[in-house]
């Protein structure tokens, strides 16, 4: 995706997506942040996290990012405040395992950012009927905002913040976006769920370890008044019938 968000219409999506996850990322604090994405470029330059770094499948790095595979992250468990999903998951084979790594390499209370394609949207449209060879927003596996808050609910992450953007038609020519996009700024501000892509802000719940006392014991009222260590079983009195027979 790297060469593909020199075009026109790239360029355009990565403006209008560093707009809206300007706010999100310039509030959360921390040491460590980790960004995975499709392309070698950083959506973090805002964040006042003192050390981030990204990780990359491509080969071809340009801008500082670790190649390695995002499905098995090469870092320890617990040990990033925040993790940033560049369209990760839409271009990834297994995309269970990867948001399962996210969650492992977060620290309790640590914040997930999620950036993807929506597809229902006119992005989606023409996903579905107009794929083209080579890498771009055609080839990827589209993922609703629905699904993934589900499968984050199970991984135990609060949903904070879902927000749309880019409402701008697919076209790449820099004359017919600007033209298609008059509209953008007032769905924007409703926050129209048709938009192009989806951030989704998450925060790894922490569930405090609280100590099972085990209950007390009642003791029998038959046994009342002996002494708490002995183990005394008292034998039902049997009536006169009851021994003749």
Same mark, same amino acid.
């Given at each position: 995706?790297?060469? #593909?968000?020199?075009?026109?219409?790239?360029?355009?999506?990565?403006?209008?997506?560093?707009?809206?996850? /300007? @706010? !999100?990322?310039?509030?959360?604090?921390?040491?460590?942040?980790?960004?995975?994405?499709?392309?070698?470029?950083? !959506?973090?330059?805002?964040?006042?996290?003192? =050390?981030?770094?990204?990780?990359?499948?491509?080969?071809?790095?340009?801008?500082?990012?670790? *190649?390695?595979?995002?499905?098995?992250?090469?870092?320890?468990?617990?040990?990033?405040?925040? *993790? *940033?999903?560049?369209?990760?998951?839409?271009?990834?084979?297994?995309?269970?395992?990867? +948001?399962?790594?996210?969650?492992?390499?977060?620290?309790?209370? $640590? =914040?997930? +950012?999620?950036?993807? &394609? @929506?597809?229902?949207?006119? #992005?989606?449209?023409?996903?579905? &009927?107009?794929? %083209?060879?080579?890498?771009?927003?055609?080839?990827?596996?589209?993922? %609703?905002?629905?699904?993934?808050?589900? #499968? +984050?609910?199970?991984?135990? &992450?609060?949903? /904070?913040? *879902?927000?749309?953007?880019?409402?701008?038609?697919?076209?790449?020519?820099?004359?017919?976006?600007?033209?298609?996009?008059?509209?953008?700024?007032?769905?924007?501000?409703?926050? #129209?769920?048709? $938009?192009?892509?989806?951030?989704?802000?998450?925060?790894?719940?922490?569930?405090?370890?609280?100590?099972?006392? /085990?209950?007390?014991?009642?003791?029998?009222?038959?046994?009342?008044?002996?002494?708490?260590?002995? @183990?005394?079983?008292?034998?039902?009195?049997?009536? =006169? @019938?009851?021994?003749? =027979?």
């Amino acid at each position: 995706m790297t060469d #593909w968000l020199q075009t026109p219409l790239g360029e355009n999506l990565l403006q209008t997506e560093l707009s809206l996850i /300007e @706010n !999100m990322i310039n509030r959360r604090f921390g040491y460590h942040l980790l960004q995975l994405s499709c392309a070698d470029i950083k !959506m973090y330059d805002d964040s006042p996290i003192g =050390h981030k770094f990204s990780l990359t499948p491509s080969t071809k790095v340009k801008n500082g990012s670790v *190649v390695a595979q995002a499905e098995a992250i090469p870092l320890a468990g617990e040990s990033v405040d925040m *993790v *940033v999903l560049h369209h990760a998951l839409d271009y990834s084979e297994h995309p269970h395992q990867l +948001l399962r790594e996210a969650d492992r390499v977060l620290i309790a209370g $640590g =914040h997930l +950012l999620i950036i993807g &394609f @929506n597809p229902f949207s006119t #992005w989606g449209i023409r996903h579905k &009927f107009g794929r %083209s060879a080579g890498k771009s927003p055609w080839q990827s596996n589209l993922l %609703s905002s629905m699904r993934l808050s589900d #499968w +984050l609910k199970l991984l135990d &992450f609060k949903i /904070e913040q *879902v927000h749309f953007g880019l409402y701008s038609l697919p076209i790449n020519s820099s004359k017919l976006i600007r033209y298609s996009s008059f509209m953008g700024k007032l769905a924007q501000r409703l926050n #129209w769920p048709t $938009g192009g892509i989806y951030i989704i802000s998450a925060k790894k719940q922490a569930f405090p370890m609280t100590p099972i006392r /085990e209950p007390w014991k009642a003791i029998p009222r038959k046994a009342k008044g002996l002494a708490l260590g002995d @183990n005394v079983s008292i034998a039902p009195t049997q009536t =006169h @019938n009851e021994t003749r =027979h």
